[in-house]
């Protein structure tokens, strides 16, 4: 699997746009993009995914550049309940569909 | 629609004892995947198993460890002869097909005295 980048962390301002960068610059074309987040002492969450065109859903929007290298996870009006650690994720399916979980990025929002 | 259901939240065993975890997947899921968390690290893959089958297990240790998932039932995890070193947070997650979303359940936090 790919590997990706994301900064160690960020913070935002409650009802504003979290913003949250990922760098996956070898992935393969058949290789997806996912987001998860894990609030303390909870288990991932799925957020959204996408291959090359951008994504949205009730929770975020998913943006890709056009060769794929990097994405950015938009959660448009951040709450407290969104301070988490948030994981880019590139994955096959099929036979190895494994999850490779990074360090992520950990968004604190702040009141 | 329940969610993923994992079994004891909470485990205590003692050195050299047996550990049993459990993952009901979601209902439809015939696809389970277990992942370990240790204290201040991140989520690794343990194991990935279709009813009855084990697909992938690159991430078990090679000893001690095992994953069943049976026709009826809920998968197991388990882990005998337990050590220290095996406390952490193992997650169970599911999905109805390899190439969708997978969803966790809240994870067994194993402590080892």
């Known amino acids: 699997d790919a590997k990706t980048t994301q900064p160690p962390s960020m913070d935002c301002a409650e009802g504003r746009a979290a913003n949250l960068p990922c760098n996956h610059s070898?992935?393969?074309?058949?290789?997806?993009v996912y987001w998860y987040r894990q609030i303390h002492s909870q288990g991932p969450q799925y957020i959204i995914h996408?291959?090359?065109n951008n994504e949205t859903n009730e929770m975020a929007s998913l943006i890709i550049t056009e060769d794929r290298k990097s994405s950015t996870l938009i959660l448009p009006h951040a709450t407290l309940r969104d301070t988490a650690v948030y994981y880019c994720?590139?994955?096959?399916?099929?036979?190895?569909?494994?999850?490779?979980f990074g360090k992520g990025i950990t968004l604190s929002v702040r009141p | 629609n329940a969610g993923v259901m994992q079994n004891p939240r909470h485990l205590v065993r003692r050195r050299g004892q047996e550990a049993r975890l459990r993952c009901s997947p979601m209902?439809?899921?015939?696809?389970v995947y277990w992942y370990r968390q240790l204290p201040e690290e991140g989520l690794k893959f343990m194991v990935y198993?279709?009813?009855?089958?084990?697909?992938?297990e690159s991430g078990m240790p090679k000893e001690r460890f095992s994953a069943e998932f049976p026709k009826e039932g809920p998968s197991i995890l388990r882990i005998q002869q337990v050590v220290r070193g095996d406390s952490a947070a193992y997650f169970c997650a599911s999905s109805p097909y390899s190439n969708q979303p997978q969803h966790f359940g809240d994870g067994t936090r194993l402590s080892i005295l």
């Open positions: 209902k439809g899921h015939s696809h």
């Open positions: 198993l279709q009813k009855e089958n084990i697909i992938d």
């Open positions: 070898t992935i393969s074309g058949n290789e997806y």
């Open positions: 994720i590139v994955r096959v399916t099929g036979a190895n569909s494994k999850l490779t």
């Open positions: 996408g291959l090359k």
